[in-house]
């Protein structure tokens, strides 16, 4: 049985924040790179809908949100092998995956201080 996929606001964010940098990158493909990383990733939650619970549980888990169990997912849409990290909760009850957050794989996780 497939779940919902929905995206959290701050879900929603990163993936913006994440187009919004693509986009600025003209020397690299600008908004056509910014449309690929897109379908990929549009791809890539199409397939976690189909099972979530194979995806094992993020670092983040237990403390960020400890209140939920967090899972992720690795995306990697290009052939350097650098991705993101989808960072996700299942509700059985309701068959939805709720994306918390895009990250790509060389940020700090959610519960360490961020380096600016």
């Known amino acids: 049985m497939n779940y919902r996929v929905q995206a959290s606001e701050s879900?929603?964010?990163?993936?913006?924040?994440?187009?919004?940098?693509?986009?600025?990158?003209?020397?690299?493909?600008?908004?056509?790179?910014?449309?690929?990383?897109?379908?990929?990733?549009?791809?890539?939650?199409?397939k976690l809908a189909t099972r979530p619970t194979s995806h094992g549980f993020a670092p983040e888990n237990g403390e960020w949100l400890p209140e939920n169990e967090i899972r992720q997912m690795l995306f990697r849409p290009w052939r350097s092998g650098v991705g993101w990290r989808v960072l996700f909760t299942i509700?059985?009850?309701?068959?939805?995956?709720?994306?918390?957050?895009?990250?790509?794989?060389?940020?700090?996780?959610?519960?360490?201080?961020?380096?600016t």
């Not at 693509?22 to 908004?31: C, K, N, Q």
């Not at 068959?95 to 790509?104: P, W």
């Open 11 to 46: 879900g929603k964010s990163s993936v913006d924040e994440q187009l919004k940098w693509y986009r600025a990158d003209e020397s690299h493909g600008g908004d056509d790179l910014a449309e690929r990383w897109f379908n990929a990733l549009h791809a890539a939650l199409a």
């Open 91 to 115: 509700d059985e009850e309701q068959k939805l995956v709720t994306v918390l957050q895009v990250r790509h794989e060389h940020r700090r996780w959610l519960f360490e201080a961020d380096e």
